[in-house]
């Protein structure tokens, strides 16, 4: 795959978002006044970061190479604000996993996702492990990784399946799956560990931003309604509380723990900022099973509010790295 250098004609020349989109978001951060060179920045990692549903704004690739990269994703926003100082090459990759970031050639999945749609253009060539879109040339990385590690997607197929017709009482995917969640979270672990030493290897001067997952599931799941498809479909209140606290944010701890021991290293927290704009607030910045019940599918992505937070603070850490005030 080609490595895109997005640059702002292009995304200028991008089509307007889909039909009920958000108007457009303010700047992540004001144009530096003295900015004077370049920073090349690459940008890694899976669906969170590449924006993939329709509600993170429009597929720019044409053709489609299937990564689903959209004009409304957090990289995409930054450039726009930030293309006077930096240049961005965006190989993030709907569907990644750690290791497709750090060694393996990706077969990307568009929009198919059988039995809830079907891509006219699947099955995609692959694309090259996302590592090698980094150099020694390159000055700052970020990387949003780890939830297609732990499987997030098969938990979340799973627990429909086994709350469905369970009246949203009990825990049945906890019952179910709770056991496989500590090793799941330990590979997570010792391929991020893998992943950020090839990348310094890579990049050795590079500043390397470890981006973690926002919220996804309220504090109180009292807010989400069972068999409302635009949120959480027929997952219980239960197995919601136990996605929250025992495999989300366990999620979020490994992706800080990793970034914490591979000095220097930072991890941006999106996940306290967007606490009160889970998949079942109003307001939300994280779209549900459906954005649009039955035909625009999400299985709970970051929508454009979401991908602004995430580049307010992408942003903030970015400038921070390379000391730019």
């Known amino acids: 795959m080609a490595r895109f250098r997005t640059r702002l004609a292009l995304l200028g020349s991008a089509a307007a978002l889909t039909a009920g989109a958000l108007s457009p978001a303010q700047p992540a951060v004001a144009h530096p006044a003295a900015a004077a060179a370049a920073y090349d920045w690459v940008a890694l990692g899976d669906s969170y970061t590449a924006g993939v549903i329709p509600a993170a704004g429009d597929v720019f690739e044409v053709p489609r190479d299937g ?3 959209t004009d409304q994703s957090y990289p995409q926003v930054i450039d726009r604000d930030l293309g006077s100082l930096i240049e961005l090459t965006n190989v993030s990759c709907g569907a990644a996993t750690i290791n497709d970031i750090t060694f393996n050639a990706q077969q990307p999945i568009g929009r198919h996702l059988p039995p809830f749609s079907e891509d006219p253009d699947y099955p995609f060539p692959p694309v090259p492990p996302q590592s090698e879109a980094v150099g020694p040339g390159t000055d700052v990385i970020t990387v949003g990784a780890g939830g297609n590690t732990l499987g997030f997607a098969d938990i979340l197929v799973t627990c429909l399946q086994l709350g469905d017709g369970s009246g949203g009482v009990g825990t049945p995917c906890r019952d179910d799956l709770a056991d496989d969640i500590p090793g799941r979270l330990a590979k997570v672990g010792k391929d991020y560990d893998e992943m950020l030493t090839v ?3 890579r990049a050795p001067h590079a500043k390397i931003l470890a981006v973690g997952y926002p919220t996804v599931v309220p504090k109180d799941t009292s807010k989400c309604r069972y068999n409302d498809w635009e949120q959480f479909a027929s997952i ?3 197995d919601l509380d136990w996605l929250r606290t025992d495999v989300l944010e366990p999620l979020n701890k490994a992706i800080e723990k990793s970034a914490g021991t591979h000095a220097p290293v930072s991890f941006v927290n999106l996940y306290d900022s967007s606490q009160n704009h889970s998949v079942c ?6 779209e549900g099973i459906f954005t649009r019940f039955p035909d625009q599918l999400a299985f709970v992505h970051p929508n454009a ?4 937070n995430a580049a307010n603070h992408v942003a903030a850490a970015m400038l921070n790295a390379i000391g730019v005030s």
């Open 67 to 69: 990564c689903e990269r």
């Open 236 to 238: 219980t209140p239960g």
């Open 199 to 201: 990348l310094h290897e």
């Open 305 to 308: 509010r979401g991908h602004q």
């Open 281 to 286: 607030d109003t307001g939300k910045w994280v």
